[in-house]
C-alpha cells in the first residue's frame, strides 16, 4: 500500500514537472494586443514608429518627444500587456525632460510575431538601431531603461552598447532565481527554458547605472534589486521606493521622479 501511494505522489510531481516545463511561455509572457489609449490621450504628442528586427520581424512603437530634452529614453517593458499601458510612465519620463522611445516586442500590441527570449533580444537591438540609425541619436545621448522582465532585455542592451546610463526597475537577478524563489518545491533551475541573466550581464555594463526597487514588490523580492546593485560597476546607485511590483513608480512618485532627477542630473549634461 505504501508503495502505491508513493507511486501515486511520484507520477503526480512529475507530471507538475512536465507541465511547468511545457507551460513556460505562458507563464512568462503575457502579452495584449488591444491598444487601450495612445500617448495624445495624456497630452503628449507622439509618432508612430514602424521598424523591423534582423530575423524580418516588423513591430510597432511610439517615439514622444519631450520639451527641451536632455536625452532619449530607450523603454523596455515588463512581461505584461503592451506600451498602451506605460502611458503614466512615459508621462513621468517626459516630465524629466526626456524623450521616450518604447516599442512593443514581438507578439505584444501591434507587433508581428511570438514572444521569445533570444527574440526580445533582437528586438531591443532593432530599437536600438532605430534610435542611433534613423533617428541619428548618438548613443551618449540615450538612456536604456528596463522596467521587470525588461530590465533583462535593458542590461544586455547596455552591456553590448554604451548607453549614456542605464536604468533598471523592479528587476530580477535571472528567471532561473525568480522562478527557485516561486516555485521552492520543483527543481525550476534544471527546468528553466529561458534566462535573462541579469547578474552576469551587469558584470559587463560600464555606464553609470541606477536600480530602482521596492522592499514591498511582492513578484520580485527586494533581494533581487540588491543582489544586481551588489554586482553592477560604479557609479552605481539605489533607489529605494515603495509599493508593489505594478504600481510602485505611481504611488512613489514623488521620490520616485526626484531620485531618477538626481540620478540624471549627475551624468547628463545641457
Not at 510531481?13 to 505562458?26: G, H, R
Not at 538612456?143 to 525588461?150: E, N, P, V, W
Not at 524563489?181 to 533551475?189: A, I, S
Request: proline share 6%; net charge negative; charged share 20%.
Amino acid at each position: 500500500m505504501v508503495w502505491w501511494i508513493a507511486a501515486i505522489i511520484a507520477s503526480i510531481y512529475l507530471a507538475v514537472i512536465l507541465f511547468m516545463y511545457l507551460a513556460q511561455p505562458k507563464m512568462v509572457y503575457f502579452p495584449s494586443r488591444h491598444i487601450d489609449a495612445t500617448p495624445d490621450q495624456f497630452g503628449m504628442p507622439y509618432e508612430d514608429v514602424a521598424f523591423e528586427t534582423e530575423d524580418g520581424v516588423r513591430l510597432h512603437g511610439w517615439f514622444v518627444p519631450a520639451d527641451s530634452a536632455r536625452a532619449t529614453l530607450l523603454f523596455c517593458h515588463g512581461n505584461a500587456g503592451n506600451i498602451s499601458n506605460r502611458l503614466e510612465s512615459i508621462a513621468q519620463f517626459n516630465k524629466l525632460n526626456l524623450n521616450v522611445f518604447i516599442f512593443d516586442y514581438r507578439g505584444y500590441g501591434k507587433s508581428e510575431g511570438k514572444p521569445g527570449e533570444k527574440g526580445t533580444y533582437l528586438d531591443a537591438e532593432a530599437a536600438w538601431r532605430y534610435l542611433t540609425g534613423n533617428r541619428h541619436i548618438i548613443p551618449d545621448e540615450i538612456i536604456t531603461f528596463g522596467r521587470s522582465l525588461g530590465g533583462g532585455v535593458a542590461t544586455r542592451l547596455a552591456a553590448k552598447h554604451q548607453p549614456k546610463v542605464l536604468i533598471i526597475e523592479s528587476s530580477f537577478t535571472s528567471i532561473p532565481d525568480i522562478a527557485a524563489h516561486h516555485y521552492p518545491f520543483l527543481p525550476v533551475r534544471w527546468l528553466s527554458r529561458f534566462s535573462y541573466d541579469s547578474k552576469e550581464n551587469i558584470n559587463k555594463v560600464n555606464v553609470p547605472i541606477l536600480i530602482i526597487h521596492s522592499p514591498n514588490d511582492e513578484i520580485v523580492p527586494f533581494r533581487h534589486g540588491k543582489k544586481l546593485y551588489d554586482l553592477a560597476g560604479e557609479p552605481k546607485h539605489f533607489l529605494e521606493i515603495s509599493g508593489s511590483h505594478n504600481d510602485g513608480y505611481i504611488l512613489s512618485a514623488d521620490k520616485y521622479e526626484k531620485g531618477m532627477a538626481t540620478f540624471l542630473d549627475l551624468y547628463l549634461t545641457d
